[in-house]
């Protein structure tokens, strides 16, 4: 499956830039070095390297947990050229991510992000969407929750914490990343705008 080549390719690269502050800096996201010396590949590799092992760990279990289920929803739908579109999520996710936070800092020459967490994030969103009245148990939490209202809550918590806390966690770029999950899915697959309306009881 795709998933796990893109968790096999995001270990290796991480792994190399944990004890490779040159290759990291090539790799991760510095919204200055876009805009003037138009290194546009980053607004993806920044998503292949991370801070640490508890960083990488987090994301990649979370898109192990989704990106397999989304994958074989999207061949239900796409057949044969299902990876397009799933790469098209990620990375797209990724981008999307990156490009609030490059609006954002493109003049601070000093900022610098990393990671898949945007990635994560449209993966996450794009199975709510096709899922919502699944039930999932957050990390730490005592009991299930249908997975709309946790999309619900990750979206708020990404809005105000991005505007509110000073944490060094871009939760703007979870915001963006989600957002373009929800839109990706939603274009891919417009009957589930109707579905999801009519559980509402709209």
Not at 6 to 29: M, P, V
Not at 182 to 201: H, Q, V, W, Y
Request: glycine content about 8%; aromatic content about 18%; proline content about 3%.
């Amino acid at each position: 499956m795709i998933t796990y080549g893109i968790i096999a390719l995001t270990c290796l690269i991480s792994y190399l830039g944990f004890d490779n502050q040159s290759l990291r800096n090539k790799l991760l996201f510095i919204p200055y070095r876009v805009k003037h010396n138009r290194e546009f590949h980053r607004f993806v590799s920044s998503g292949l390297v991370h801070a640490d092992m508890l960083h990488l760990g987090f994301n990649l279990f979370v898109l192990f947990q989704f990106g397999p289920i989304l994958e074989r929803y999207y061949a239900s739908i796409l057949g044969a050229g299902y990876g397009i579109a799933y790469l098209l999520l990620y990375f797209g996710g990724m981008a999307a991510a990156d490009y609030a936070t490059y609006l954002k800092f493109k003049d601070n020459s000093s900022y610098r992000s990393l990671g898949a967490s945007g990635a994560v994030s449209a993966v996450l969103l794009s199975f709510i969407v096709i899922d919502p009245w699944s039930k999932l148990q957050p990390i730490f939490f005592p009991m299930e929750i249908y997975s709309f209202y946790i999309g619900i809550a990750y979206l708020l918590y990404s809005y105000f914490a991005g505007r509110k806390l000073k944490d060094n966690i871009n939760h703007d770029a979870h915001l963006f990343g989600a957002i373009w999950g929800i839109l990706f899915t939603f274009a891919m697959e417009p009957r589930l705008i109707r579905r999801l309306g009519d559980s509402l009881g709209f």
